[in-house]
C-alpha cells in the first residue's frame, strides 16, 4: 500500500464574465486576456467563470443584478459581490481595474489572504 498525496488549490473567489455570441469585445478579450488569465496570479485568485446572458442564470448567481452589457465582469467571494468591470477597456486597463477589485477583496475582509493550497492524501492499495 502506499500514499498517494495530490495538491488542489481551494478558490473561494472567482471572476464571472457575462457574454453572448457576437459580442466584438468579448471575442476582443479572447485574444488579449483569456490565454493568459489563468497563468496571472490574479486568475489563480479568481479563476474565470464564464455564463451567456441568453441562457438562464445558474441558481448560485440569482444574487447578481445581471446586465445587459457585455462583457460584464464581477468578481464574487463567498456569495457575494466584490465590484464589476463593466466592457472591456483593453488589456492594460482591464489588469489595472482588476487589480483594484481584487484588493477591495482583500481590504473588505472576504478573502483576506491568497486562498492556501491544501493537500489531501489518498490511500491507494496496491
Given amino acids: 500500500m502506499f500514499i498517494l498525496s495530490v495538491l488542489t488549490n481551494a478558490h473561494a473567489a472567482e471572476l464571472v464574465m457575462f457574454e453572448q455570441a457576437g459580442c466584438v469585445w468579448c471575442e476582443t478579450f479572447d485574444r488579449e486576456i483569456a490565454p493568459i488569465y489563468a497563468k496571472r496570479g490574479e486568475g489563480q485568485r479568481a479563476p474565470l467563470r464564464r455564463v451567456n446572458i441568453d441562457h438562464p442564470l445558474p441558481s448560485d448567481l440569482a444574487f447578481l443584478d445581471v446586465e445587459r452589457l457585455t462583457p460584464l465582469f464581477v468578481l464574487i467571494d463567498k456569495g457575494r459581490e466584490v465590484g464589476r468591470i463593466r466592457g472591456y477597456p483593453g488589456e492594460e486597463h482591464f489588469w489595472g481595474l482588476l487589480g483594484a477589485l481584487i484588493k477591495k ?18 490511500r491507494v492499495a496496491g
Fill in 105 to 122: 477583496l482583500d481590504s473588505v475582509g472576504t478573502g483576506g489572504e491568497p486562498t492556501p493550497l491544501l493537500e489531501k492524501s489518498l
